[in-house]
């Protein structure tokens, strides 16, 4: 009895055994069962090009890779957001690589190595070396700088530097901007094309400052009047606050013109101590009427004799001892030339421009001439070359006179008065010679202009083969006037309407 229980018992254990041998192979089969499907699945904490696949098979994770990197990242402008798609800059995944390396990883674990590790997992923890795949791309370097370059030629605001406006002349000031820094841009945009999460990229621009109103503004505007004309035209500008000029072919041989009887009126206040009544009368003619012959007259003044040639030499050797070398009377008006002297060579007349033939007689620049009446203006204010070189023969009372005597003239208003509001002083000469008289057609104007804004003398002659038409050339005179007027004064700017300007 005693041994057929200790059998029993014996047969139990090995029942037992056999039921717990059974139950583990069958827990064993069932968590192989689960666990080989899973075979293929990414350990948890993989990473490919940035982006997480924890637990993903290869085609989801690739899947994943390829859709997060086709998404276009956002450009910010300071002027607005512009998206560009990696397709544009010839961005490219190489994915075949990227898997290989992948599945590489994948089956270099062992089915059951990895199967016991999962086995154990809930027991006794152990870590599993993550995949960790980094990014293979590439893109075209020169298409991201051409795009880049692009959005920033699109929304830009470059600095708009001053300008004078048709019609109304005005000046008009500039304005500040910005400039996309193409080069300092790339390396932000080229890292969000590579950037799984952060695909936004900030534009670097640079500010940039307008230029501050300067003369060069009625510099250019003078060249773009002339360079509209048929024929060619010579000017000269001087601030006479600054010193500031302007010269646009001012050194060019000109015509002398009427112009040159402000030098005539100059010398003969330096060649009488004072003048008497006939010879006021003499100047008043001569700058008010543009009297010829009373010019000859006030040469004969100068020369103190009845010989207006004389007074030709004296008049030519005192503006040559001032510096103004291009500028003489050989002849006076409308006299035969002399046979031992019919004109001079000057710096000026050395060089011949567009074969233009100007009249031997008296010539100048529209330098010298606006030179000569910045000396009279700064005599009148008490200094200046003028009383420097001739303090015992000039004083500042007969310079004011002379610029009294210029306000005078009334003639010549199509030139540079047109360009001025009606209650601005201007003391000016003009003066013209016919293109039917063998010469070079010329008109001209030089004068002082005193504005609220400021005085500036202003110099201009314009010139063409045959006849000139002041049609032509008084709108040309009257619209650089104006612009140098509200250049001047430009917060009480002199206004024409459209139809009046000639723009």
Known sequence: ????????????????????????????????????????????????????????????????????????????????????????????????????ELEAYLNSRELWQSFVQDLLEDLWPMPVMPAKIELLATHDPALLEQMVASIGSYLDVPAQNPHIIPVSLQVAEGSDGYRTDVTASLEEVTAAFYSPTNRQATLKVTPEVAEAPSIELLKQYIETQIANFSGSGSFYLLDLQTGDEILVNADRAMSGTSTVKIAIILETYRAQESLDFDQRKLISETLTLSGNYSANLLLDVVAGQDNAYLGSDILTESLWNLGLVNTFIATPYEEPARSNRPTYITPANSIPYEDMTIDPAMQTTAEDIGTLLSMIYHCANGGGALLAMYPEQLTPQECQEEISYLTMNAEGNWLLRDGLPPDTVLAHKHGWIDGDVGYYGTHSDAGIIFSPG???????????????????TGPIMRNITRAAYNYFNPDAPFILDEATSGN
């Open 1 to 100: 009895m005693r041994y057929e229980n200790k059998d029993r018992f014996a047969g139990f254990k090995r029942g037992l055994l056999l039921l717990l041998l059974l139950a583990g192979t069958l827990y064993i089969g069932y968590r192989f069962y689960l666990f080989y499907p899973d075979k293929a699945q990414i350990p948890a904490g993989s990473t490919m090009a940035g982006l997480d696949i924890s637990l993903m098979s290869v085609e989801e994770a690739m899947a994943a890779v390829t859709e997060r990197y086709a998404q276009p990242i956002a450009v910010q402008h300071q002027a607005g957001v512009v998206e560009l798609t990696p397709e544009s800059v010839g961005f490219k995944l190489d994915s075949a690589a990227m898997q290989l």
């Open 454 to 472: 400021g005085d500036f003398v202003l110099v201009g002659y314009l010139y063409d083969e045959g006849w000139l038409d002041w049609l032509v």
